[in-house]
């Protein structure tokens, strides 16, 4: 899952938010150098990761994509399920979209000290473009995966999966809603256990 999945799954808790959020740029154990709630949330972000990894229905919608992009597919497929729950937002919050990004920055933004330097650098264009809202639609997840090609420095053509979220857009749909309800199940028994 990407940005959006990881904060939405971790409910209501603003440590685990952050340590959910940071996660990828938190390598090893470095996570026990953080305030427990926040090390806890990038534990959570790494079973999460773990479990759709390995998930048959996530390894469906990679299936569809790997003839063409290979190892990219399951980070293409990541990035297409976050603009499906964007998209479908108001079935899972009652927050407006654009309330609970706005919220969740100025999160960020008052535990800046705390974010790793990858995300303090970051932040600021996250911020101006509204990166998570931007999900919502299909010319928004097409400029995240063409700002993920340039960072691959054009190898894996991640910006072209566009043509295949419009062409398999239902089935993207269907896999996603199936999936995730799964993934809310297995994220919340994992919390309790925190």
């Given at each position: 899952?990407?940005?959006?999945?990881?904060?939405?799954?971790?409910?209501?808790?603003?440590?685990l938010k952050i340590g959910n959020f940071i996660a990828d740029?938190?390598?090893?154990?470095?996570?026990?150098?953080?305030?427990?709630?926040?090390?806890?949330?990038?534990?959570?972000?790494?079973?999460?990761?773990?479990?759709?990894?390995?998930?048959?229905?996530?390894?469906?919608?990679?299936?569809?994509?790997?003839?063409?992009?290979?190892?990219?597919?399951?980070?293409?497929?990541?990035?297409?399920?976050?603009?499906?729950?964007?998209?479908?937002?108001?079935?899972?919050?009652?927050?407006?979209?654009?309330?609970?990004?706005?919220?969740?920055y100025k999160l960020l933004e008052e535990?800046?000290?705390?974010?790793?330097?990858?995300?303090?650098?970051?932040?600021?264009?996250?911020?101006?473009?509204?990166?998570?809202?931007?999900?919502?639609?299909?010319?928004?997840?097409?400029?995240?995966?063409?700002?993920?090609?340039?960072?691959?420095?054009?190898?894996?053509?991640?910006?072209?999966?566009?043509?295949?979220?419009?062409?398999?857009?239902?089935?993207?749909?269907?896999?996603?809603?199936?999936?995730?309800?799964?993934?809310?199940?297995?994220?919340?028994?994992?919390?309790?256990?925190?």
């Amino acid at each position: 899952m990407n940005f959006l999945a990881h904060i939405y799954l971790s409910g209501d808790d603003p440590e685990l938010k952050i340590g959910n959020f940071i996660a990828d740029s938190v390598k090893g154990k470095k996570y026990l150098d953080y305030p427990e709630r926040i090390s806890q949330g990038i534990t959570l972000h790494r079973k999460i990761d773990f479990y759709t990894d390995t998930n048959a229905i996530v390894r469906q919608s990679v299936s569809r994509l790997f003839p063409k992009y290979g190892h990219y597919s399951s980070v293409i497929v990541d990035i297409l399920y976050d603009h499906f729950l964007a998209a479908n937002w108001s079935e899972y919050s009652n927050i407006p979209l654009k309330e609970y990004t706005l919220g969740f920055y100025k999160l960020l933004e008052e535990n800046y000290d705390i974010l790793p330097k990858r995300i303090q650098n970051f932040l600021p264009y996250m911020i101006q473009d509204n990166w998570l809202l931007s999900y919502a639609t299909v010319s928004g997840i097409g400029d995240v995966l063409a700002g993920m090609n340039r960072r691959t420095k054009n190898k894996s053509k991640m910006h072209l999966a566009v043509v295949e979220l419009e062409s398999y857009y239902e089935d993207f749909n269907s896999e996603f809603h199936s999936f995730f309800k799964q993934l809310e199940h297995y994220t919340k028994d994992e919390m309790s256990k925190l």
